[in-house]
């Protein structure tokens, strides 16, 4: 199966990972302020495709360094409120981000690979219909998250990996906007 052969269209929903994926993730650490936050190449000038593919896009993210105490949900917020205006200036759009500040070790249902942010956009927008969703991330968890909520996955890694939750595998979020660019 390709991407081309799901006939993606407006009727779509797109769910992005943050760190790693739209921006660049740090190394042992957290992105805890906007100063910190770089943006993937690509992606600022790219997300509009996917505003003109998908119907909506949202971000789903883990962030436990709020549950670490290591910054605040203010702080989080004001980095989103910055990457929203950032994109809304290259014409991209966020229809939501949901977070997940709790510790791995909570096991919370939020959390990835719960679905439990999932389930908040589905409540927040009925008309998602996951098994026309893809998930966009570069972890396995994310990977997991996609297949617990029978959607799609792509998995952002410059090293190929086989598994059975990978649907496909592109190495940046730019090379996947690229191949969906062309459907």
């Known amino acids: 199966m ?49 505003n003109a593919c998908f119907g909506r896009v949202v971000v789903v993210t883990n962030q436990q360094g709020i549950g670490k105490g290591i910054y605040r ?53 009925p008309d998602i219909d996951f098994s026309k969703s893809i998930i966009v991330g570069d972890s396995m968890s994310d990977m997991a998250f996609g297949r617990n909520a029978g959607m799609k996955t792509i998995y952002i890694s410059d090293t190929p990996r086989q598994h059975a939750d990978i649907d496909w595998q592109f190495s940046s979020l730019s090379d996947f906007i690229s191949a969906v660019s062309k459907l």
């Open 73 to 125: 949900t203010e702080d989080l917020e004001l980095i989103h409120k910055n990457m929203q205006y950032e994109l809304a200036y290259f014409k991209g759009r966020i229809d939501k981000i949901y977070f997940s500040p709790y510790l791995e070790k909570e096991n919370h249902p939020t959390r990835k690979p719960g679905i439990g942010m999932a389930l908040h956009a589905k409540s927040d927008f």
């Open 2 to 50: 390709t991407l081309n052969d799901l006939h993606i269209d407006k009727t779509w929903t797109l769910f992005l990972d943050r760190d790693g994926v739209i921006n660049k993730k740090l190394d042992n650490d957290y992105v805890k302020h906007w100063v910190e936050f770089e943006f993937l190449e690509g992606v600022l000038t790219g997300f509009s495709t996917l």
